[in-house]
């Protein structure tokens, strides 16, 4: 039986669209630990532009990249899901949605955290 | 009041995932009407390859391409939301959803069509 | 006849490097007037990190974004070549080219400024 | 002392640009070793859409991907540039450069192969 979407769908709807943005959108961006905090902030301020979003929240693991950069000899790398740690808040009429994003078992997990 | 996610929430969330992943990943790309085929079907396959996702169906609409053309004089443009109409279904547990983005008053709207 | 390609030329292809990842990269961000300033830092950081890179600057034109988002009635839009200006300088070898980008006819044109 | 550009330098220029677009369009599109191929074909015909372009030959090395892919029991992966092996032919007035790219101590390196 099919139902209309009750906002708290729309706001998991929601949700994963900006995190699909965000990860597609910047994945591959040449990335270095001087460069890491100027990029951190355009990815919050570009992606909570889209509709329906209260708040985003970017940390660049600069730990992660420290290690990533030994490990290589360059001195830069491409922003991945290894690096980032991210969390994201979506209204939706009544209901806010909190979700965030870290790496689990080498993959860089996407998952509602609460929906309130 | 905190819920834990439904199957349903769940479903809704990969849905939004898959639709930024898609716009996100392959706006920009240099697209004519003769490469708009090849193009529509990476992005039905790449997208296919995400979590949960049944189907991925993508028309790059050829008389928004001429149209845009015969205004610009140039041979190819930039794909982006005008040139685009996509489905996505979406399984998580027992639930299934139904998801379509296309252009409304000027802008890619993605909506969520069906929980079923 | 084959030639080894010489600095200068060396220079160019780095510099077109730098372009084609700048704009493939970033195009379709989600911007609006009070997001540009830190997308703009983020865009110059990003790409100064690629080899033989001296510098990156970047202006994401506010009049231009404010014209687009009058027209639209939304109150973010997509990065694309229309809202751009951009010089980068490569350095190769003893050679260093000076190169840009903005609109001409319609079409973000990336151009040689000077081989020195 | 400034120079104009010459045609071997334009074409230099001309194939960075295609190089810097392929590689940031299209690195952290999900791929398998069954999406690769019509990938590969997007590839190369939405970048031989750019001006002065002769010819795209992208291989998608499935090789690489089965092994990414036995060491993270996912069955999809990120494309980057250690899946891709890429030759990219320019022609601008009466010089043709040929330009490739593929992986050189763990970086995927662009480079000029000829200038003609």
């Not at 009544?94 to 965030?100: F, G, H, K, P, Q």
Request: glycine share 6%; hydrophobic share 40%.
């Amino acid at each position: 039986m099919d139902e209309a979407p009750s906002d708290a769908q729309q706001a998991c709807f929601e949700a994963g669209i900006k995190f699909g943005s965000l990860y597609h959108q910047f994945a591959g961006t040449p990335v270095s630990p001087a460069s890491a905090p100027s990029l951190a902030r355009a990815i919050e301020e570009s992606i909570e532009n889209q509709p329906h979003c209260r708040a985003v929240t970017v940390d660049i693991r600069e730990d992660e990249l420290e290690a990533a950069l030994e490990a290589s000899s360059a001195d830069y790398t491409e922003l991945t899901g290894r690096f980032l740690e991210v969390e994201i808040v979506v209204d939706y009429g009544e209901r806010t949605v909190r979700t965030a994003m870290a790496m689990e078992n080498g993959y860089p997990l996407m998952k509602i955290v609460s929906v309130e």
